[in-house]
């Protein structure tokens, strides 16, 4: 069983095979267009999927020396993101299942996220507990089955990804900030300034907080020295990240310790954080956690975890109709 799975939700064009649950590639076209822009400006993402949606799939298609008519299912991103991006992804997906009649595969894409933990060895079985941590949303899921999954908390403003791009932003930096926030962190000293840490009720995050008080605290600091950000980078860095990292790390902690979970997963693209990482491996150390992060090339938006999210709905017969469209503030 060969599926075609296309991912469009964001500034990633990406397409992937998998054959038998097994990925065979990965191919993803990153958006440069928005970096001068300093974040992704909708409608040139949309643009830019449509400019680079077929030859991805070619690409995958060529390096497996596959043809459309080896191909057993359509699969596609449907929904959260971008309306514009999910477009262009889905009427594709949409135009190539009806030309080569096979079934079309929707998938939901934070889902995914946390599915591209089964993508290579070793996988959490479940229950498990984990951490989607990305551009657009911060979820605390218990995850009891492959679309068994509940999101017991999540950010009530800014998603902890956007906490590091705004800081980045306010400190001179391109976008998108958050990697290199972590490249100066590792330099700096994590308690060289203390920065609010927000406590929310349950499971909750809040980071719209962390951000005002770093915009106020860089305008205090460079009126009385204008070269303080160049000369404190590496402080500054390390110090937000430590409190951002500290934010999510209680939450974790308690989730495991009051609903009995000692399998631990993070997914999204700030799992690459390596303050995350390492306070995570930390923790799973003195907790006797087993802790799980996925290949750096899967937590960011690819399409391979859309194919493996595919996989087991293929399994399961649950495909969509001609009739789907996308869905920006899709559910689970
Ligand atoms: P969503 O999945 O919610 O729709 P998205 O697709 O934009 O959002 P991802 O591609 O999963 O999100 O992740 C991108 C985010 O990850 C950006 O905010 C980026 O700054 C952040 N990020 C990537 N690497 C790091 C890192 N090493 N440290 C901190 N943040 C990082
Ligand atoms: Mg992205
Ligand atoms: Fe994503």
Excluded at 239 to 262: C, D
Excluded at 280 to 308: H, V
Aim: contains cysteine.
């Amino acid at each position: 069983i060969n599926i075609l799975a296309i991912e469009s939700s964001c500034d990633e064009t990406s397409a992937a095979l998998i054959s038998n649950g097994k990925v065979l590639n990965n191919i993803i076209a990153t958006q440069s267009v928005h970096e001068k822009y300093g974040g992704v400006v909708p409608e040139l993402a949309s643009r830019a999927h449509q400019q680079h949606l077929i030859p991805t799939v070619h690409a995958a298609l060529e390096e497996q020396g596959l043809r459309p008519k080896d191909l057993n299912a359509i699969a596609f991103t449907k929904g959260p993101g971008l309306l514009g991006s999910l477009l262009v992804g889905v009427s594709f997906a949409k135009a190539m299942a009806y030309a080569l009649d096979l079934p079309l595969i929707e998938v939901n894409h934070m889902q995914a996220h946390i599915l591209a933990h089964f993508i290579e060895e070793p996988r959490p079985a479940f229950p498990f507990l984990c951490l989607t941590v990305s551009g657009g949303h911060t979820q605390l899921v218990h995850v009891r089955g492959y679309f068994d999954m509940e999101i017991i908390g999540q950010t009530q403003d800014d998603a902890v990804g956007e906490a590091f791009d705004k800081t980045a932003k306010l400190l001179g930096l391109p976008y998108p900030g958050g990697p290199l926030i972590d490249r100066h962190a590792a330099a700096g000293n994590p308690h060289a300034y203390a920065f609010p840490i927000t406590e929310m009720p349950g499971y909750d995050f809040s980071f719209s907080g962390i951000k005002t008080a770093v915009l106020y605290f860089l305008r205090d600091q460079m009126q009385a020295d204008a070269t303080f950000i160049s000369r404190e980078l590496a402080n500054i860095c390390a110090s937000v990240q430590y409190t951002l990292v500290e934010m999510l790390l209680r939450k974790v902690r308690k989730a495991a310790r009051e609903l009995g979970l000692r399998q631990v997963a993070i997914a999204g693209g700030v799992s690459a954080n390596s303050g995350l990482r390492a306070a995570l491996e930390q923790e799973a150390e003195k907790r006797g956690w087993s802790l799980f992060i996925p290949k750096f090339e899967y937590c960011t938006d690819n399409a391979a975890m859309i194919a493996m999210a595919a996989h087991y709905k293929y399994l399961e017969g649950d495909f969509v109709g001609m009739d789907v469209v996308p869905e920006a503030r899709m559910k689970f």
